[in-house]
């Protein structure tokens, strides 16, 4: 699916979605920074999707975020998949740990937020409450965006696919580690999302009178 020009949403029945905008991705001294994992393009998108976020509210729709997290084991230690220490072995003891700074969104969203769900691998429907709260908030549309396009982003989106939720993927409110993988994942997106950008998705919604998500 791909962009077929403008586009017309029922607020009341879109939720946007970030993926993973946290302290310890995008944070001058979160734990990404101090890994040298960072991206420009990444650290751009904040205050991009804040916007977006204030439109979707204005128009009676949610704002669900997922949180990343690295759940302690008995003795304090991050559980941290394998594959992720492999990728990203400076992760250690506090990082994206439950209730921290680094685990919470970063402050350009705050309140904004509407439902936060701490997640544990790429999709923010894998072992989470999302699915159960947006569905049972009527919402039918579900906009992504976030980090990284070809990790947590396409991840979501293809699991709101299969879930039967009308997809959005905002093309410039995600981003990847190098923009040749961002833009590959983008089109390869088009194929189970409708691909749109930040100002598309803030033209197709007009303010309701009521906003029974707004917070």
Partial sequence: MADHGAHTFDGARCA???VDLQNDFLAPDGAYARGGATSAAAAALPARVAEVARAVKAAGGMVAASQFTLWPDAQGEPMIAPH???LRPFLRRGDFAPGSRGQANVSALDGLVDVAVAKVAYSAFFNTQL????????????IVCGIVTNGGVASTARDAHMR??????????????KETVHAASLADLATVADVLTCDQVVAGFTPSRTAPHAS
């Fill in 84 to 86: 992720l220490l492999q």
């Fill in 164 to 177: 039967e939720f009308h997809t959005v993927v905002m093309s410039d409110g995600c981003a990847a580690f």
């Fill in 131 to 142: 699915d159960w709260v947006l569905r049972h908030a009527g919402i039918d549309t579900v």
């Fill in 16 to 18: 946007l979605l970030i």
